[in-house]
């Protein structure tokens, strides 16, 4: 493959004289098309080159994960509680590069559309209630309120359940990530009539840090936190917005935020109730 | 049970087969390792197979040619579980449908792996 001068910018040039200046636009658009061609064809390399590798990885980190359980677990022989806590210690670094891994393989599946969704029904309600209590240690850990205000009475909703729990958990895990100690995390969800009929809307609010407006679309970018300071403190893949924004879309939902620097957030998605 | 259970890993990842091994063989299992299809249905077919544990992708083929194979040779595991880095529905569907009784997405905490594996041959 030629190599491509990305540096270069491509731009229709006004200073040709006017008999030759057809020519030359249809020559620079015709390469500004080729350019094109070929980003696309490397965007798609290097997504499922994403997806190859986050897979490989997963193999490596199974055995140095299975290998510290073994010993934790003593299966080779007692260990004192020292030790056990160091194991302790790889055994949870390893799963947490796993849930990234994963979250890079759920990212490269999406971009390439190769994610399914699998349609059952089911009461949102319990997996909005499921979640929760899966962040309860995490939110008690930094100090922040974890509550989930949950209507009885919601219908149930068609949809993947594991990739609404993907969704939501995204959701909750940036919203603790990003609230200091003594702020509070919220789920709520309720019924409402949408732009193309009655949808299910569950809201994922804190009293975080808050994004300014002008970084509202940033955030569901790849890769993407709205700046460096932030990312610093905050470690991540920078994908779950991405995911997570991919996976509502899936569903024929909605994704939104609302928030203002230094007020908090809440995060929004939609899923559509069959007309 | 006087003989101990035959666990037969099929998996083409050396890492992950000496793993499988020190867990299974140090918990009262005996353990043959195989990463080929050919070698993993000659294992199953010479020595009776109680649990298989069987990595989807492998060195020469996929997991559901080993399940294609054993099943044209009429040779049946007590237990199949399949163990996958893929979670896909249809991947989950076409491993039961093949007959494992389980498809367990890696790594799977020892633990859980060891109980659930007892429990399955417990009621096979």
Known sequence: MPRLDQSAPVTLSQNVPADTRSTSVEAQLRQALDRIAELEARDTLKTQFLANISHDLRTPLTAVITHAEILRDGILGPLSDRQIDSISGIISGGRQLLEQVGEILTYARGAANQLTITWTQFQLTDVLAQLTALNESLASKKGVRLEAELPDDLDLVTADREKIAHIVGNLLGNAIDFTPNGGRVWVRASKCKGPHGEECIVEVGDTGIGIDGSHHELVFREFAQVDSSASRQHHGTGLGLTIARKLAELHGGRIWLESELGQGSRFYFTIPYPS | ?124
Request: aromatic share 2%.
């Open chain 2, 1 to 124: 049970m006087s003989e101990k259970p035959h666990v037969l890993v099929a998996e083409d990842n050396q890492l992950v087969c000496d793993a499988m091994k020190v867990l299974f063989g140090e918990t009262g299992h005996r353990v043959s390792v195989a990463g080929h299809v050919a070698e993993i249905v000659d294992i199953a077919e010479s020595d009776p197979v109680d649990l298989l544990l069987l990595d989807l992708g492998l060195a020469d083929g996929d997991g559901f040619e080993v399940l294609a194979s054993l099943s044209a040779q009429g040779i049946k595991p007590r237990v199949i579980v399949a163990l996958t880095g893929r979670d896909e529905p249809e991947i989950v569907a076409r491993c039961k449908e093949a007959g494992c009784a389980a498809v367990l997405l890696k790594p799977v905490p020892t633990r859980e792996l060891l109980s659930m594996t007892a429990a399955l041959l417990a009621a096979s």
